[in-house]
């Protein structure tokens, strides 16, 4: 069975609102990997990303019921994943944002876009650079993952996290800066 055939994401759906262990099986099977690494981005660790990707089947499975088959279900549960994530985050008060006055952010938010790109474009790898954002603070790295990896935008960030808009485009843009700063200290000026 494939989750991008219509049909059969239809019938695996379908077995799991009937609570059928063997289509949760094959949904949780064909989810696992890319769910995984998705908590990956939000977690400190694998364990905790592990407890991440189990509570949020817990809530795909109990919420399964609700999926129109108006998308696909992988990104259903993508976003289910990562809504549940971020309460569990925010249950633990790990989320510290901060907000800066407007010319902080813009003068932040036009240094930490040029740098970044020249991080991108230097010796630095895919690697290098998650392993960087593993580092920040998890409201950085919340702010960051949800607008430069899942890409929302400013306003669904601020409506998912309970933030105002201008306090996730400041802490994007210190995301940003933190990781230039990072990557200078662990591997040197770039060019």
Sequence with gaps: MDLSNADDAKKIVDG?????????????????GKMLGLCLRYAKDKEEAKDFLHDGFIKVFEKIKFFKHSGSVEGWIRRIIINNTIDIIRRKNRMAFVSDSENDLMRLTAESDDNLENISNTQANAEIIIGLIQELSPAYKTVFNLYVIEEYTHKEIAEMLNISIGTSKSNLAKAKE???DMFIEKYGEYK
């Design 178 to 180: 933190k990781l230039k």
């Design 16 to 32: 799991c609102i009937r609570g059928d262990v063997k289509y949760q099986q094959i949904l949780y099977k064909a989810t696992y």
